[in-house]
């Protein structure tokens, strides 16, 4: 199936976003502009290390302290995940993407016109 572009109505310049991307040369000037969203370097080694720390302190007797710090590991651990998340829904948005290389537009398959 043919995508059109919906702003311009041609169907032989729209290529997917992320296969366009990588086919241009590494000093064109659409590369910066077009590139994927950042990944995010996150990882869990924090509310680990936090969590065990919460475990530490509750056997050892300081039940509060202990009870806090496994609040704290738990509500860290959730952003975290949050974040990671987010981010691969916009990477994942990045990738389903459509180009018009006649009109320089973006669009999702959606909002093709066919």
């Known amino acids: 199936m043919a995508f059109a572009c919906p702003r311009c109505g041609l169907p032989g310049q729209v290529f997917k976003l992320d296969a366009f991307w990588r086919s241009l040369a590494q000093d ?4 910066a502009a077009l590139a994927p969203p950042p990944t995010r370097a996150v990882g869990y080694a924090g509310p680990a290390a936090v969590a065990v720390l919460g475990v530490f302190a509750f056997a050892s007797g300081n039940s509060v302290l202990g009870m806090l710090l496994l609040l704290t590991a738990g509500m860290v651990g959730f952003v975290v995940s949050r974040a990671v998340d987010g981010a691969r829904r916009i990477r994942a948005d990045w990738e ?15 909002d093709a016109a066919l």
């Open 28 to 31: 064109a000037e659409l590369k």
């Open 96 to 110: 389903r993407r459509l180009y018009c290389r006649h009109c320089a537009c973006q669009f999702l398959p959606e």
